[in-house]
């Protein structure tokens, strides 16, 4: 049975910071192993017989494109968008402001 693969501690502190994830040592250990474990997981896929089995474009055969045609049509006034709302101005919905100048 092969070894049971754990990532590098340089590995997991790089996806933790991708992640936006603050870990202490110990749950770097641990989630070093997990990792190892989802990766041992996945490889037995490539044990499988798959010569025969044929690859899957899509789950439903014969099906084609189901869009319907673009056909323009008239859209809201300006009034009509936003006469249910509290907070207009000018025309237009007013939010508030999010960011600091």
């Known amino acids: 049975m092969p070894k049971k693969e754990e ?3 340089e ?3 790089h996806i933790s910071k991708l ?3 603050e870990l202490s040592e110990e749950e770097k250990e641990k989630l070093s192993k997990q990792l190892g474990d989802i990766l ?3 490889k037995k896929l490539n044990d499988l017989d798959t010569s025969n ?4 474009t899509h ?3 014969g099906l084609s494109n189901v869009f319907r045609e673009d056909e323009p049509w008239e859209s809201l006034s300006n009034e009509e968008a936003t006469k249910n709302t509290k907070y207009r101005q000018d025309g237009y919905f007013k ?3 999010i ?3």
Do not use: G, Q, W
Request: proline fraction near 12%; aromatic fraction near 8%; glycine fraction near 0%.
């Open 7 to 9: 990532l590098s501690k």
């Open 11 to 13: 590995t997991i502190e």
């Open 19 to 21: 992640a936006l994830l």
């Open 40 to 42: 041992d997981y996945f």
């Open 53 to 56: 089995v044929n690859p899957t």
């Open 59 to 61: 789950p439903i055969e």
């Open 95 to 97: 939010a508030p402001r």
């Open 99 to 101: 960011l600091k100048k």
